[in-house]
């Protein structure tokens, strides 16, 4: 997997403390990983994890939730790998994700 570092910096203004963003300078933390290229293979351990408890969703369903459970990954400093995705999908399974993730997609 190949991860791309964002070519971007913040840098405090002595104004008025306002941060920016300044290009050409490369911050550690900032990492971009494209879905695109993940997408289908975590949609299927998602698929696969979720059908362990006789969950079905439709194939928009299932990419939105994979979605959701892609960027959470990212979001706590993880990645796309199996067992990060398998974990969360697992997490959204024990905690009822069902009714709240359908609610908030309803008409999407």
């Keep these: 997997m190949t991860l791309k570092k964002k070519d971007l ?3 405090k203004t002595h104004n008025h403390g306002i941060m920016s963003i300044k290009e050409n300078e490369i911050m550690e933390h900032v990492i971009d990983i ?3 290229d993940y997408i289908d293979e975590c949609k299927e351990i998602v ?3 979720i ?3 006789k969950i079905e969703l439709s194939d928009h369903e299932l990419t939105l939730l994979t979605e ?3 960027d959470t990954s990212l979001s706590i400093g993880g990645d ?3 067992e990060n995705i398998r974990y969360i999908a697992v ?3 024990r905690k009822q994700f069902l009714p709240r993730f359908q609610k908030a ?3 999407g």
């Design 105 to 107: 997609h309803k008409g």
């Design 47 to 49: 698929k696969t994890t």
């Design 68 to 70: 959701e459970i892609m």
């Design 34 to 36: 494209d879905k695109k």
């Design 80 to 82: 796309y790998s199996r």
């Design 51 to 53: 059908a362990l408890e």
């Design 91 to 93: 997490q959204y399974v």
């Design 9 to 11: 910096s913040i840098k």
